[in-house]
């Protein structure tokens, strides 16, 4: 039987709460933190997506949301908080908060889902966000803990983010649901679903 540990659960139970609070909520804003100079909203050049070095804002009438890299001591995968992102991460630079305008925005959230990788450390044990995907009535967003070089994906549970706008891109990636069965992703309903499966140790 696989032991998590206190500081696992707390962490399992932060993200399905707060994923739950943002079902049922209508978006306003979400906004990314860049340089002036970024208006193509990216940080690197890619064909997938918006690759950022910080976490957005995701904005309703009542509440904020940080989804970034913020998960483990390092950095590296998802967290979503209940913060703006300037208030939960260091930004080493000058960076302004810039509203990105995507397919969710203004409409009602119909869902929210985590999907999770193990960490991928040599003697670690537990999970860790890799993928949130936020469904609207009209729209979809997926962020992804993934880094981006010479314009290709190339490393997942990083410090760098890949938002990505259009179902289709998710597929040809594999990420998020569209990888669960070949692209080791994990999809819990619900934290009662993960802790059973975990305390089994995760087979």
Known sequence: MAIVTKHDKELYIQQFEN???????????????????????????????????????IKTKDLTFSIGNRYSGLGYGLSIDLETTRKVEFFDEERKPIPYKTSIVGHQVKQVEIYWMNVPFDGEKGLYPQEIEIITDKGFLMISSMEIANGEVCMEFTDELLVIDQPKIAEQLQLGHFGVADNYRIHYKTLDELMQHETKGGK
């Open 19 to 57: 994923k739950d609070k943002l079902v049922g909520q209508t978006i306003s804003q979400v906004i990314f933190y860049l340089e002036d100079d970024k208006h193509d909203f990216t940080e690197q050049e890619n064909d997938f997506g918006k690759s950022l070095f910080n976490g957005i804002d």
